[in-house]
Nanobody
Framework: VQLQAFGGGLVQAGGSLRLSCTAFGSIFSIYRMAWYRQGPGNERETVASVASGGSTNYIESVKGRFTISRDNAKNAVYLQMNSLKLEDTAVYYC???????????????WGQGTQVTVSS
């Protein structure tokens, strides 16, 4: 299984970006999908997550600005980021918790990371 993330880039403060991440490979079912980020000198943190049923969670600092969504048919997760701030600058990673078979273990997979840089 591989996760491929796209959509990072350089944007001015107040601008928007949309991140996409698709899981490829032998997948039985994906449970939780999430976006994490790691800024300069910071630990990796969970930005947003979405469960298989659609319930979402966000860290306080992005509530009202970011929206996470998923397309189960495409094994994809998205992060729409609006009103970007300087402090949103980070490498963003997607994560999927999935099973490759009905009786197999739950496993966690990571995308390669995509850089988001917000400038003033």
């Amino acid at each position: 299984v591989q996760l491929q993330a796209f959509g990072g880039g350089l944007v001015q403060a107040g601008g928007s970006l949309r991140l996409s991440c698709t899981a490829f490979g032998s997948i039985f079912s994906i449970y939780r999908m999430a976006w994490y980020r790691q800024g300069p000198g910071n630990e990796r943190e969970t930005v947003a997550s979405v469960a298989s049923g659609g319930s979402t969670n966000y860290i306080e600092s992005v509530k009202g600005r970011f929206t996470i969504s998923r397309d189960n048919a495409k094994n994809a997760v998205y992060l729409q980021m609006n009103s970007l701030k300087l402090e949103d600058t980070a490498v963003y990673y997607c994560n999927a918790q999935l099973r490759q078979s009905g009786s197999g273990p739950m496993q966690s997979y990571w995308g390669q990371g995509t850089q988001v840089t917000v400038s003033s």
